[in-house]
Nanobody, 125 residues
Framework: QVQLVESGGGLVQPGGSLRLSCAAS????????IGWFRQAPGKEREGVSC????????YYADSVKGRFTISRDNAKNTVYLQMNSLKPEDTAVYYC??????????????????WGQGTQVTVSS
């Protein structure tokens, strides 16, 4: 059974850090581009970051550039999103997704084949 499971969300104060994990089962992440998306209440789902399968090239939304880092550990079949200098506007449910794409990655949710259930990130004092 193909499955993506996110973990690592929680409540953090502004300026704090969290590391989200996206663990895959039932398939090998090596051959998939992985994207992180987020959705805040009343807002559309937003592409935050993605990483390609072939060369590890990455994309970051302007809103998170310089603060978030995406990485993958193929041996653990896991992709991470390190989030630093968190702001209240980063509050959202964060989802990871897998796209059967060899080169590059897209910030468009419509490109992705598999999705996790999401993990809540709340940035508040």
């Amino acid at each position: 059974q193909v499955q993506l499971v996110e973990s690592g969300g929680g409540l953090v104060q502004p300026g704090g850090s969290l590391r989200l994990s996206c663990a895959a089962s039932g398939f090998t992440l090596d051959y998939y581009a992985i994207g992180w998306f987020r959705q805040a209440p009343g807002k559309e789902r937003e592409g935050v970051s993605c990483i390609s399968s072939s060369d590890g090239s990455t994309y970051y939304a302007d809103s998170v550039k310089g603060r978030f880092t995406i990485s993958r550990d193929n041996a653990k079949n896991t992709v991470y999103l390190q989030m630093n200098s968190l702001k209240p506007e980063d509050t959202a449910v964060y989802y990871c997704a897998a796209d059967d794409l060899r080169d590059g990655c897209y910030a468009d949710a419509r490109a992705y084949d598999y999705w996790g259930q999401g993990t809540q990130v709340t940035v508040s004092s």
